[in-house]
T-cell receptor, first 116, second 113 residues
Framework: QKEVEQDPGPLSVPEGAIVSLNCTYS??????FMWYRQYSRKGPELLMY????GNKEDGRFTAQVDKSSKYISLFIRDSQPSDSATYLC????????????????FGQGTILTVHP | KAGVTQTPRYLIKTRGQQVTLSCSPI?????VSWYQQTPGQGLQFLFE???????NKGNFPGRFSGRQFSNSRSEMNVSTLELGDSALYLC????????????FGPGTRLLVL
């Protein structure tokens, strides 16, 4: 079983819809939680990051982390065709020395299409 | 500020050859990480460098190696290429070692024939 599970979709929604993307994880040591967006033939682009549990909002995007359930979500309000991309959740835990969070563990990615 | 740059962008090699990929981090960033992305396995961590030292390593065979230079630029090398090494290789940089946010480059797409 993978450490991070993400429904690959694909997910197709009409413009203006609210999109909900989710990941579950098994490693309780994860402390940082991130969402990346990746357009075709491009590198991942950091959307949001959250430390520990809680909510974070940035414009049309809201990230939620529930560490007790080992579940994270990304909500996209008023979705636009330009939001069509693959969305990747990522998580990190401190290394053995506690000095690095540089190893990101990714979900498989959810392919999202927003049609006009 | 310029983003992470990777060269070359595309590469075709044959089995048994070796390859070197290059990454220049965002100016001022000192930590560089490398990832492999394939359709089957997704994004997998290869290694992380900071101050010319490898700080973290993923579960890849010893054929995969890397290094970082004093100007924070990094290279990764894959020796004795196998067909399964065909992938998008992504480099990410962050300002400091214990920083949770990483910024990715466009990647180098490697095809092994």
């Amino acid at each position: 079983q993978k450490e991070v599970e993400q429904d690959p979709g694909p997910l197709s929604v009409p413009e203006g819809a609210i999109v909900s993307l989710n990941c579950t994880y098994s490693n309780s040591a994860f402390q940082y939680f991130m969402w990346y967006r990746q357009y075709s033939r491009k590198g991942p682009e950091l959307l949001m990051y959250t430390y520990s549990s809680g909510n974070k909002e940035d414009g049309r995007f809201t990230a939620q982390v529930d560490k007790s359930s080992k579940y994270i979500s990304l909500f996209i309000r008023d979705s636009q065709p330009s939001d069509s991309a693959t969305y990747l959740c990522a998580m990190s835990a401190p290394d053995a020395g506690g000095t690095s969070y540089g190893k990101l563990t990714f979900g498989q990615g959810t392919i999202l299409t927003v049609h006009p | 500020k310029a983003g992470v740059t990777q060269t070359p962008r595309y590469l075709i090699k044959t089995r048994g050859q070796q390859v070197t990929l290059s990454c220049s981090p965002i100016s001022g960033h000192r930590s560089v990480s490398w990832y492999q992305q394939t359709p089957g396995q997704g994004l997998q961590f290869l290694f992380e460098y900071f101050s010319e030292t490898q700080r973290n390593k993923g579960n890849f065979p010893g054929r995969f190696s890397g290094r970082q230079f004093s100007n924070s630029r990094s290279e990764m090398n894959v020796s004795t290429l196998e067909l399964g090494d065909s992938a998008l290789y992504l480099c990410a940089s962050s300002f400091r070692l214990a920083q949770e946010t990483q910024y990715f480059g466009p990647g180098t797409r490697l095809l092994v024939l």
